[in-house]
């Protein structure tokens, strides 16, 4: 049912869309699939009773397939319908889908919609603020599978979580930065703090901004993204010099971001992240 594309990447072979199709998943839901994007835990700024009390509430219940916005080995920004079509090697197992797909065959789509209500309870936190489901470990592809041809309910053990309110903030102000300079990764080296931004080609890596010393998460933020803005004005009039007078501006520079910017050393290693947010 799936091949290997080469590099350990495999596909469903063949239609995926006329194969869900001809087992009577509706067009329109099948759309939907393609355009429901996966997501990331939203961990960072939710905390289970057991950090409070010392003990963990969990429950079993039918978690409703529409409220899951994310899976551990799902990846991240592709469609549900995506993550089912198409894996990497070690990301999703290829022989688990078959096994899942395998059971529209062998039952009506009612009869498999139906029984995953069911089926052993697969793991899930619960985000009561968002009112948003997460799996958390056990049960990746039976809940990919599920979404994908419809199932309105899966059996789950459930984990509530509760909002840091101050802590999503700040991890909401982060993620806009992030977005703003298309920024991955910020990390510290001998030269400072290093920022690897994206383009079209990848990430590329800039290096000596200032350190994190005391200031919050908000100043912080404020102090990059101003350094940012005054190193891409620079970039602009740089760009448009001969490359020997780039050349000679740059050793008699202090800022020594300008020629990386301009240069775009593609980023091959990845350091320890540094959570800005985390710091407080």
Same mark, same amino acid.
């Given at each position: 049912m799936y091949i290997d594309n080469g590099n350990r990447v495999y596909t469903f072979d063949g239609d995926l869309e006329g194969f869900l199709l001809d087992k009577g998943v509706e067009a329109e839901h099948i759309e939907r699939m393609k355009q429901k994007k996966l997501q990331y835990d939203k961990g960072r700024y939710y905390n289970s009773e057991y950090i409070k009390s010392g003990k963990w509430e969990?429950?079993? #219940?039918?978690?409703?397939?529409?409220?899951?916005?994310?899976?551990s080995r799902g990846t991240v920004g592709e469609s549900v319908f995506d993550n089912v079509r198409t894996m990497e090697d070690g990301k999703r197992e290829p022989t688990r889908f078959h096994s899942c797909l395998n059971f529209i065959n062998k039952m009506s789509l009612e009869e498999l919609r139906e029984s995953y209500k069911n089926v052993f309870p697969v793991e899930m936190e619960y985000?009561?603020?968002?009112?948003?489901?997460?799996?958390?470990?056990?049960?990746?592809? #039976?809940?990919?599978?599920?979404?994908l041809v419809g199932a309105e309910y899966i059996n789950a053990n459930v984990t509530p979580m509760y909002c840091d309110f101050e802590k999503r903030e700040k991890c909401l102000a982060v993620d806009k930065f992030y977005e703003d300079f298309g920024i991955t990764q910020i990390s510290y080296s001998y030269m400072g703090a290093e920022i690897v931004f994206t383009d079209d080609e990848g990430g590329y890596a800039v290096n000596g901004f200032p350190r994190r010393i005391d200031e919050n998460?908000?100043?912080?933020?404020?102090?990059?993204?101003?350094?940012?803005?005054?190193?891409?004005?620079?970039?602009?009039?740089?760009?448009?010099?001969?490359?020997?007078?780039?050349?000679?501006?740059?050793?008699?520079?202090?800022?020594?971001?300008?020629?990386?910017?301009?240069?775009k050393t593609r980023h091959t290693h990845w350091d320890r992240q540094i959570n800005i947010y985390d710091f407080e």
């Open positions: 969990r429950e079993k #219940r039918l978690v409703p397939l529409s409220r899951v916005i994310g899976t985000y009561t603020e968002e009112d948003e489901y997460y799996l958390t470990s056990d049960g990746n592809h #039976r809940t990919l599978t599920a979404m998460c908000y100043e912080y933020i404020n102090k990059l993204s101003d350094e940012i803005k005054a190193d891409m004005k620079m970039v602009k009039i740089w760009s448009k010099l001969p490359k020997i007078i780039v050349t000679i501006l740059n050793m008699f520079s202090n800022n020594k971001r300008i020629i990386q910017y301009i240069e």
